[in-house]
């Protein structure tokens, strides 16, 4: 059966890649972005399969109107795909209350009022896949990622929540955790924050760190995707890449340690 996807942030990165996967593998896509003009070649060479216009996830309102656009493309929805989304790279104590917030309403909120908006169909439906694109950061803060990683954090806890909510209409949800991957996320997908200088040296010493780190084809993961959209019961939360894999197994056994090497202390508190 011919599929149809509703993708946000498709036009770049790994929603251009789910985008170009998902039409490859002969299923139509409903794709939306602030801008979606980089998709417009792929939209003509589609023959129709590829509906793309603009959406802010951040506009509640606008999301919910966008959801009934896109399922009167096709006619229904059977993945939906929260891709969208941005970094802001800067310390805590640096981050203004405006890049918080607008930080947040992408990232986190933006994902909620699309699951708010999709469930009722795949509810009437009886089916349907929620993907929601966390990252490998939502394992833990990390150094000037601290507002990044609490946003996919945050996603992460809603999507679980909604995977309970929603598992008895037949709706699946499945948390995907990214690692590093070749899209423009750190250039025109990222906020930065006024440098505070005391934290130079901590700045030098991540950029020595970050500079050792390998990115991949973001069409690598959209395969794998493409493999848990075809399951019949897909992973609630997987991690997408090797190195991403071990970096995430490595904090958890790390977080499992400090766990039970302070439980005598723990169970004092009852």
């Known amino acids: 059966m011919t599929r149809t996807w509703f993708i946000t942030g498709a036009s770049r990165g790994l929603g251009r890649a789910f985008t170009e996967a998902a039409l490859a593998a002969g299923d139509q896509v409903v794709g939306v972005a602030r801008d979606v003009a980089p998709l417009d070649g792929l939209v003509a060479a589609s023959a129709g399969r590829l509906v793309a216009f603009p959406l802010d996830v951040a506009d509640r309102a606008a999301v919910f109107a966008g959801m009934q656009r896109a399922s009167a493309a096709f006619g229904r929805l059977d993945v939906v795909v929260n891709n969208a989304g941005g970094v802001l790279l ?19 909120f933006g994902a909620l009022w699309v699951s708010q908006a999709v469930v009722p169909q795949l509810r009437e439906q009886g089916c349907g896949h929620v993907l929601q694109v966390s990252s490998m950061g939502s394992a833990g803060g990390f150094a000037a990622t601290g507002l990044y990683s609490a946003g996919k954090a945050a996603l992460d806890a809603m999507s679980e929540a909604l995977a309970m909510e929603v598992e008895r209409f037949g709706i699946k949800v499945t948390i995907l955790q990214p690692g590093g991957y070749e899209t423009d996320l750190f250039t025109s997908g990222l906020t930065q924050t006024a440098e505070i200088a005391d934290y130079a040296p901590l700045r030098e010493w991540l950029a020595g760190l970050w500079s050792e780190s390998e990115d991949f084809d973001p069409a690598l993961a959209a395969e794998v995707v493409l493999q848990v959209a075809n399951m019949a019961e897909p992973p609630k939360r997987l991690i997408l890449g090797g190195a991403a894999y071990d970096m995430v197994e490595q904090l958890t056994r790390t977080r499992t340690a400090e766990l039970a090497k302070w439980e005598s202390l723990s169970k004092q508190a009852d």
């Open 90 to 108: 800067g310390m805590v104590e640096e981050v203004t209350e405006q890049q918080a917030r607008a930080h947040l309403d992408t990232n986190f």
